[in-house]
Nanobody, 122 residues
Framework: QVQLEESGGGLVQAGGSLRLSCAAS????????MGWIRQAPGKEREFLGT????????GYPDSVLGRFTISRDNDRNTVYLQMNSLKPEETAVYYC???????????????WGQGTQVTVSS
C-alpha cells in the first residue's frame, strides 16, 4: 500500500509559477513510478509525466513540455511538479499517482492522492 498526499495548490496569476509536492508513504517506495495527472472542469484527465527512483521526469505531453518539470527527493519520499508559465486553461485538480509499472496511461496507476486545486487567473 502506498499513500499519497499532495500540497502546494492555490491561486496563481497567468504566467506565474507554482510547485506542487506529493508526500508518499508506504513500503518499497523505490519500486514505484510517481506521476502527475490533472483534470480540468468538463475535460478528460490528462497525464503530465512520471519519474522513476532515479533519473529525470519523462513522458511530458506537448501541452506542458518545457514548462513543467517533475523531480523526486528520495530522502524525503516526495515528488514535485514545478509548473511555470501557467495558463488559465490549466486550472484543474492535480493528482499525484504511483504504480510499480511505467505508463503514460493514467488509468494504469494504482495509487492516487486526493488531489490539489490549482487555479490560474487571467
Amino acid at each position: 500500500q502506498v499513500q499519497l498526499e499532495e500540497s502546494g495548490g492555490g491561486l496563481v496569476q497567468a504566467g506565474g509559477s507554482l510547485r506542487l509536492s506529493c508526500a508518499a508513504s508506504g513500503r518499497a517506495l523505490n519500486t514505484y513510478w510517481m506521476g502527475w495527472i490533472r483534470q480540468a472542469p468538463g475535460k478528460e484527465r490528462e497525464f503530465l509525466g512520471t519519474i522513476g527512483w532515479s533519473g529525470p521526469g519523462i513522458g511530458y505531453p506537448d501541452s506542458v513540455l518545457g514548462r513543467f518539470t517533475i523531480s523526486r527527493d528520495n530522502d524525503r519520499n516526495t515528488v514535485y511538479l514545478q509548473m511555470n508559465s501557467l495558463k488559465p486553461e490549466e486550472t484543474a485538480v492535480y493528482y499525484c499517482v504511483a504504480d510499480v509499472m511505467f505508463s503514460k496511461n493514467f488509468n494504469e496507476y494504482q495509487y492516487w492522492g486526493q488531489g490539489t486545486q490549482v487555479t490560474v487567473s487571467s
